[in-house]
């Protein structure tokens, strides 16, 4: 089941959008458009320099032939020429709107609240940045152009019929209710119907990969029967939505190339029978012809972009979206005075309604080792990303020299507490790059100390900082990668350090070394633990019984085993068992 958390723009919002965004540059969308009028006014010549030349001939009457089939090339040649122009203008102003728009984007999911995009998960957000982004760059680059030419191109058309033969655009008109009505009806069945062919093809690639995936269970367990009525039933499901889709198109192509041959065979009837009665003359008729039938190329553009266009603004509205987000931090300029960290009455659920930390008071006194132990899903994780400002509590505070943490810029936050995990993404840039990340001011000589206090300058200074890596660029071990995370943390130099064990340092071959490089950036700084090892909780200064939510016990390791709570039988099982 999809998740989807982050919100979708409505229609009004895309609208403005999209309007402010078309009149962002006036000058270069008037150019453009100014050119493909022109282009298309050229185009009006030969109609009527053909319609002469049918009349001449038809009355006999003197022509100079050379003449007129120059300057029909001419006109031909000025249309060509426009066009060119008219294209270039329009392609490089979808550009430019376009990279704004990607760039827009990036900076609104670069302001996520991490918060939020861990609630929503990654394939949303992917999906947004590539499919969407995809759809919309098709909706920028060419339904929008293409859809204006054809609108101008069409509107020239039509005014150049009406000025020549107003008596003669009558016949075409037969067809716009046809295809007006036809158009309509399609419309409102294609949405619904593409999608549910998309989701029952989804359905169907998802039950395949599923059962291919769990070959091994469908047979042990005999599930064949179930999975092949389970596959039978998505392909009937894809089967009747495609064919749902198909109808429609067998209805709407037929009417609509009709409509198309209509206009045409409407306009020869009743030119012909207009030309009989001597209310247009032949050469009115052969143009009016020609027009008519070079009408049908901007239509037919126009209808086959409108779909398109729809899947733009479905994909701009999600794009939209992002930027809808609240955010979860405000920075309200308050200045923590201090390094103490207090949690006051910390209350969390990360669904509504379902509390998974209930009132938790803690103070960590400055410079202190402080272990959170307990079973696994009590609330450990909950609180050290409470502690580590990257959630705010639902009701309570979690304040460092008083001021709240969610109140505190990112940036400043960050150099308060910072939470370590195993997260050692190494980006692609220089390695100098990537420590900087952390603080991005940083002189070379600042970076130096940073690698040298977990130990990485030798291999860092061996291989240059300028070297670059990441994806297609130098490999680098996941023992390195996680020094280069460490050093960012000496870097940006946060009194208070969150640690979560389970997800830290687990690479056990690299782990002695690694361990030295973490004890020299906890060395001077307050670390909470949450310890999955018990010697942590032994070595702390305090230990922290987190039980379902609560702290049932707090105190050092010593008085907590003396006092024979849950931590004492805790640690004698350990113990015991280690033994
Ligand atoms: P611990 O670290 O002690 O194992 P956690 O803080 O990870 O405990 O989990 C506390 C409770 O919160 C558990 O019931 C867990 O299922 C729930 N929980 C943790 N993370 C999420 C999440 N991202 N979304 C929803 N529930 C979560």
Do not use: C
Not at 257 to 269: C, F, K, N, R, S
Not at 298 to 305: T, V
Request: glycine residues 8%.
């Amino acid at each position: 089941m999809a998740r989807q958390i982050l919100p979708v723009a409505d229609r009004a919002q895309v609208r403005a959008y999209a309007r402010r965004l078309a009149l962002k540059y006036p000058k270069q969308l008037g150019g453009a458009l100014a050119l493909h009028a022109l282009g298309a006014i050229a185009g009006l010549a030969g109609p009527l320099l053909l319609g002469q030349l049918v009349e001449a001939v038809s009355t006999g009457a003197p022509i100079d032939v050379d003449t007129l089939v120059l300057a029909f090339a001419g006109f031909v040649i000025a249309q060509a020429v426009l066009i060119r122009f008219a294209v270039y203008a329009s392609s490089a102003l979808g550009e430019r709107v376009l990279a704004e728009l990607r760039e827009e984007f990036v900076d609104q999911v670069l302001a996520l609240p991490l918060s939020t995009v861990e609630k929503a998960g990654s394939g949303d957000l992917i999906t947004r940045t590539s499919r969407d982004v995809d759809a919309l760059s098709r909706t920028v680059r060419q339904a929008v152009p293409e859809t204006l030419i054809a609108v101008v191109t069409g509107v020239f058309m039509l005014g150049g019929l009406l000025i020549v033969a107003p008596l003669l655009a009558l016949p075409s008109l037969i067809a716009v209710p046809l295809l007006w009505i036809s158009t309509r009806w399609y419309l409102k069945r294609a949405r619904d119907g593409y999608l549910r062919e998309n989701a029952a093809y989804a359905d169907m690639t998802e039950g395949l990969a599923e059962t291919v995936e769990g070959a091994r269970t469908v047979e042990s367990l005999g599930l064949h029967d179930r999975r092949r009525a389970r596959t039978d039933t998505d392909i009937a499901r894809s089967f009747a939505a495609e064919r749902y889709t198909l109808g429609l198109r067998m209805v709407w192509f037929p009417a609509v190339e009709m409509g198309y041959v209509i206009p045409v065979a409407a306009t020869v009837l009743f030119g012909g029978l207009f030309y009989i009665e001597g209310w247009v003359t032949i050469a009115q008729v052969t143009a009016a012809i020609l027009y008519v039938q070079q009408l049908v190329d901007p239509l037919d553009r126009l209808l086959s972009w409108i779909d398109e266009l729809q899947v733009g603004g479905a994909s701009m509205a999600r794009l939209l979206g992002v930027a809808n987000v609240r955010d979860d931090r405000v920075s309200t300029g308050v200045q923590a005075d201090g390094e103490e960290l207090r949690a006051t009455d910390v209350r969390y659920a990360y669904r509504d309604g379902h509390d998974v930390l209930h009132g938790i008071d803690l103070d960590i006194r400055p410079g202190e080792r402080l272990a959170m132990v307990g079973p696994s899903g009590a609330g450990k994780s909950t609180l050290g990303r409470l502690l580590a400002g990257i959630h705010g509590p639902r009701t309570g505070t979690v304040t460092v020299g008083g001021a709240p943490l969610v109140d505190l810029p990112l940036d400043e936050l960050r150099g308060h507490v910072a939470l370590v995990t195993q997260e050692h993404h190494v980006f692609r840039g220089t390695l100098r790059d990537n420590v900087l990340i952390a603080r991005p001011d940083a002189t070379d000589p600042e970076v130096r100390r940073a690698l040298e206090a977990v130990d990485a300058w030798e291999w860092v200074s061996a291989m240059g900082l300028d070297t670059v890596v990441g994806s297609g660029g130098t490999a680098v071990t996941p023992a390195h990668a996680q020094q280069l995370a460490l050093a960012r943390l000496v870097l940006a130099d946060p009194h208070t350090l969150v640690l979560d064990e389970a997800t830290s340092l687990i690479d056990p071959r690299a782990a002695r070394n690694l361990e030295r490089s973490l004890a020299a950036v906890l060395d001077g700084r307050t670390v909470i633990a949450i310890a999955h090892r018990l010697y942590t909780a032994h070595d702390a200064d305090r230990v922290a019984v987190v039980e379902d939510g609560r702290i049932s016990e707090l105190g050092s390791h010593h008085d907590l085993v003396a006092a024979k709570g849950a931590y004492a039988a805790l640690w004698d099982s350990w113990h015991g068992k280690s033994r």
